[in-house]
């Protein structure tokens, strides 16, 4: 019984710090869709030994995609308790070798990508674009689900749409 109690008020806690992360960085917990991971990974260009970094990864859904399907060296970040223990589960249940980092991407250096994902949201976006300009080598490519980022020009959009509900996608190189 007291085992029990003692479960619940640490998930009650956890729920409580990811609610409160979700609030103050204003990106909620939103994961990308299975048909859309899978036209990104096509259309990124992604090859065996590259580095793959999944900014805000959620429950390292595209990480795991990403790893299995193309060989890379996935590495995540992710800020928010209870949605980081669901990426290490998922991690542990299929057996994948993507890195999943209980850490706030800012402060990470990235210059060791070659491709960044991100789901964000405009604001956050926009202070990454600084980030990336400052840190990412020449040649890395950077994918957005859904929102453009602010201070960096796109090289291609994949527009929205409605019949294969893939969102709109944009790809910008450093
Ligand atoms: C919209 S979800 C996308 C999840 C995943 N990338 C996907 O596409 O399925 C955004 C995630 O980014 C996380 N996040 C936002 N800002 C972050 C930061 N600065 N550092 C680490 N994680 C962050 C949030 O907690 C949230 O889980």
């Given amino acids: 019984m007291e085992i029990l109690l003692v479960l619940i008020l640490i998930f009650t806690l956890l729920f409580i710090a990811t ?4 609030l103050i960085l204003r990106v909620p917990y939103v994961p990308t869709k299975k048909r859309v991971m899978l036209e990104i990974i ?3 260009g992604l090859k065996e030994g590259q580095t793959f970094l999944d900014l805000g990864c959620g429950d390292g859904r ?13 590495i995540g970040y992710e800020i928010a308790p209870l949605v980081y223990i669901l990426a290490i589960v998922r991690k542990i249940l299929t057996g994948s070798k993507a890195k ?21 949201m405009p604001a956050e976006l926009e202070k990454l674009a600084k980030k990336i300009k400052s840190e990412c080598k020449k040649g890395t490519r950077v994918i957005s689900n859904t929102f453009h980022i602010q201070g960096l020009e796109p090289f ?10 893939i969102p709109t996608l944009y790809f ?3």
Avoid: G, H, P, R
Wanted: net charge positive.
């Fill in 172 to 174: 910008y190189e450093v």
């Fill in 19 to 22: 609610a409160l992360v979700s």
């Fill in 100 to 120: 999943i980092k209980f850490k706030n991407f800012f402060n990470e250096n990235l210059e060791k990508a070659d491709v960044i994902f991100c789901y964000l």
């Fill in 62 to 74: 595209m990480l795991i995609e990403a790893e299995k399907s193309t060989k890379v060296n996935a």
């Fill in 156 to 165: 291609k959009v994949i527009q929205k749409n409605e019949k294969t509900k």
């Fill in 42 to 44: 096509k259309q990124s």
